[in-house]
Nanobody
Framework: QLELVESGGGLVQPGGSLRLSCAAS????????IGWFRQAPGKEREGISC????????NYADSVKGRFTISRDNAKNMVYLQMDSLNAEDTAVYYC???????????????????????WGQGTQVTVSA
């Protein structure tokens, strides 16, 4: 059973940076695409970034493109999300998820039922405020 644990969230001022980590245990991450999602109060869950197992497919939502960077270290069973130039609209609970369907591995789509069938962490809170 794959378990995912997010960390690195916290309170940061506008314009600041945070690096989120997603640690996996139980199963190697090598065969999984990893997605980062977020959900703000009163809003739907938003897919913000995905990296497939080969790292040849990486996607970002328009809302974070140019500011966030996803990376993975399979040797450490870790995935990261570097978040720069944060603003208040980035305030949310951030989740990492793992999926290994052909669809996700091929497209790294940021939405779809395949993610719901995957593995999810418990989330980490990011608050951007002065």
């Amino acid at each position: 059973q794959l378990e995912l644990v997010e960390s690195g969230g916290g309170l940061v001022q506008p314009g600041g940076s945070l690096r989120l980590s997603c640690a996996a245990s139980g199963v190697a991450l090598d065969d999984f695409a990893i997605g980062w999602f977020r959900q703000a109060p009163g809003k739907e869950r938003e897919g913000i970034s995905c990296i497939n197992s080969s790292e040849r497919k990486i996607n970002y939502a328009d809302s974070v493109k140019g500011r966030f960077t996803i990376s993975r270290d399979n040797a450490k069973n870790m995935v990261y999300l570097q978040m720069d130039s944060l603003n208040a609209e980035d305030t949310a609970v951030y989740y990492c998820a793992a999926a290994n369907t052909i669809s996700i591995q091929t497209t790294c789509a940021l939405r779809g039922a395949s993610w719901s069938l995957g593995y999810w962490g418990q989330g980490t809170q990011v608050t951007v405020s002065a």
